[in-house]
């Protein structure tokens, strides 16, 4: 089994977060994802390695959550691992990455339009 990280898709998605002792949730935004894990940006913000996080998102209209630790931090931000507790979670972030990508190829295709008319 490779330790090699999964493939990562670019995004900008605005997420709120609760650290698990937190009463109230912060606002991030993600960066990049994968299956397995993403990139949270959150200046400011003090993250530990470890610290388990609540990760809250919306997609195609419906809020979603999923469980995440914190891998590693810097200044921007932090990298944190998913910790899908179901199916239905790991279909949440397919979804995330399939929405994210179909929106680009959707952009792709009406200016490839575009221009086969112009041209």
Known sequence: MSN?????TPLHLEVT???NYAR???NAVLKNISLTGAFLECRGEN???NEKLNLT???AGRERKIAATVIWTNSAGCGVKFHPTS????QIVDD???FVESGRDGRRNVLDNIFR???
């Open 4 to 8: 090699a990280p999964a493939p990562r």
């Open 17 to 19: 977060f609760k650290k």
């Open 24 to 26: 109230q949730a912060s």
């Open 47 to 49: 993250f530990r390695a």
């Open 57 to 59: 998102f919306v997609v």
């Open 87 to 90: 199916n239905r979670d790991v």
């Open 96 to 98: 995330l990455i399939y």
């Open 117 to 119: 008319k112009v041209g």
